[in-house]
């Protein structure tokens, strides 16, 4: 498999601050009707979780009521993931003063893996970590990066599931 990260920084780049910008856009204006079933589909609730952060500190899901949810669910080594987090950074710088909130949910990786990475690259929104696979396992993650775009009451409204080219 040969990836050109400079075509697809470019093209992840743009789809994804675009996609948020939309989301963010819509949900900010709009509210939609929340049903009782919990599933990862648009429309539906996401499911709540608790996981902890890359300082140990509990984080819960649904202690974010009221604010727009940007759910990232990815990994250190996967190309895409890293190739998109730069664009995720600037769309939280954009939007952070709005009750916007980007989570980063890390699949199966250790705190200190996780920990330095983010460092490194200087993002600055939530990261935690799924270190058993469950949280992922209720949202139905077969690929990342993987987002979820939350309303204010936790309804998903949209979903986006990156997916390479071969």
């Keep these: ?10 093209r992840s780049g743009w789809a994804v601050r675009g996609l948020l910008a939309i989301a963010i856009l819509g949900l900010l204006i709009t509210q ?3 049903t009782s079933t919990q599933s990862p589909e648009i429309g539906h609730p996401a499911p709540d979780f ?3 952060d890359i300082e140990g500190n509990p984080f819960r899901l649904s202690d974010l009521r009221g604010k727009v949810v940007f759910i990232n669910f990815w990994a250190t080594w996967c ?3 890293r190739a998109e987090m730069p664009e995720i950074e600037a769309v939280y710088q954009e939007y952070k ?3 916007v909130v980007v989570v980063g949910v890390n699949i199966l ?6 920990r330095q990475f983010v460092q490194q690259g200087g993002y600055s929104w939530t990261f935690v970590l799924d270190t058993t696979g469950q949280v992922s396992a209720s949202y ?3 690929a990342i990066p ?3 775009f939350l309303d204010t009451e936790g309804i998903i409204r949209a979903v986006n599931i990156r997916s390479e080219e071969h």
């Design 1 to 10: 498999m040969n990836i050109s990260l400079k075509g697809n920084l470019s």
């Design 32 to 34: 939609g009707c929340a």
């Design 50 to 52: 608790t996981l902890s």
């Design 79 to 81: 190309p895409s993931c």
């Design 97 to 99: 003063d709005k009750d």
């Design 109 to 114: 990786e250790t705190r200190d893996e996780v």
């Design 140 to 142: 139905k993650i077969t």
């Design 146 to 148: 993987a987002s979820f």
